[in-house]
């Protein structure tokens, strides 16, 4: 299943959030459309210097990449994967096709050694808990790319380019039952202090049923730091103000997503609603609500000035930090109006988005004011 996208539950919400898109009218960037290919696309991500781009086609199986200086396609691979991330330095493209698959980005030579690492450390997990099905859910980069992490059935398993091993398996789920480890999928990774964010369950209050889900942090050898959110009447205040909610036992994943912002001390979620959270000095964390509908994909601009999302619809969420989180959403140039996201991906410095969707690879470049 493609990464983030839920399609039931985004196409649920998709109707009320047009709706109330009209009602916010503000002066904020403008996205320029051009559609790249006609193929309905996945997993796809921009090179770190914004001139190349991978991704998936649903319509053949074939992953590819492509030079938009050029136009030329600089080498194919068959296959099929769900979510990609190009490492920092250029060298590398790590994607999920239920085990981690790792390559080369300048020629798709794959690193078969490090996959079978992945798959095996994943097996393990999963025997463990016995969970018959190997499926990656989620994988981050470190900042210097000699590490690259990624989740399997509540795990973080690093694997460290430098000596060639993992050296790190981090629990997430903290609870004795095999079950919960099923539901745990996404998390981030501080580029500015490699402290690790993700959704866990309320290890406090292990009466409750349905648990509830609270946000957890670690840091880069796997401790967990001692957070705790402000207590508040208003529960706008608060990271997952649907914390309660979150885990009903049907769901595969718990949450959207989530990302650190540059200043490794504010956090995007996506669970329920948006929230922004800031982390204390004091050990406390407290959010605000900056949109009532839960998005995809998030990510900030290399200045924090921006956060950006998106949903089912073809249509990206733009919030200005420095207007309060106030937002406005624009929609892919699509005569489609049943257009579907299936995949996407910002450039590091926010100038531009790469959407794949049901009406096409589409490149968008963000006009600022």
Known sequence: MDRHYSAIRMFLISAVMLVSQFNVVFAQPTISWVRLSDETAKGVVLSPNGSLIAYSSLDDGITQVLDLNTNETLWQSVGSWSQSEWSPDGQWIATLQGNVALYEASTGVRTTEIEKTFEDVGMALGFLNQIPELEYTDLHWSANSQKLAAMVHGYIVVYDFSVKQITQVVDLVMIQNNDLHNYLSWF???????????????????????????????????????????????Q???????????????????????????????????????????????????????????????????????????????????????????????????????????????????????IGTTDGLWLGEVEYP
């Open 188 to 234: 981030d990774w501080s580029e500015i202090n490699s402290n690790f964010a993700a959704f866990r369950y309320d290890v406090n209050d292990r009466t409750r049923t349905p648990p509830r889900i609270v946000m957890g942090f670690w840091d880069e050898q796997g401790l967990q730091a001692n957070y705790s959110e402000t207590s508040n009447v208003n």
């Open 236 to 354: 706008s205040d608060e990271c997952l103000p649907r914390g309660d909610e979150l885990f009903q036992g049907f769901a595969r994943s718990i949450g959207n997503d989530l990302a650190w912002a540059p200043d490794g001390e504010t956090i995007a979620i996506s669970a329920g609603p948006v929230t922004v959270c800031s982390l204390g000095s004091d050990g406390t964390v407290s959010g605000v609500v900056i949109y009532d509908y839960a998005a995809e994909q998030l990510q900030w601009s290399v200045d924090q000035r921006l956060l950006f999302g998106v949903y089912s619809n073809c249509s990206v969420l733009i919030a200005e930090a420095s207007d309060n989180y106030a937002v406005q959403f624009q929609s892919v140039s699509s005569s489609d109006v049943n257009c579907i996201t299936q995949s996407s991906n910002w450039s590091h410095d926010g100038n531009y988005v790469l």
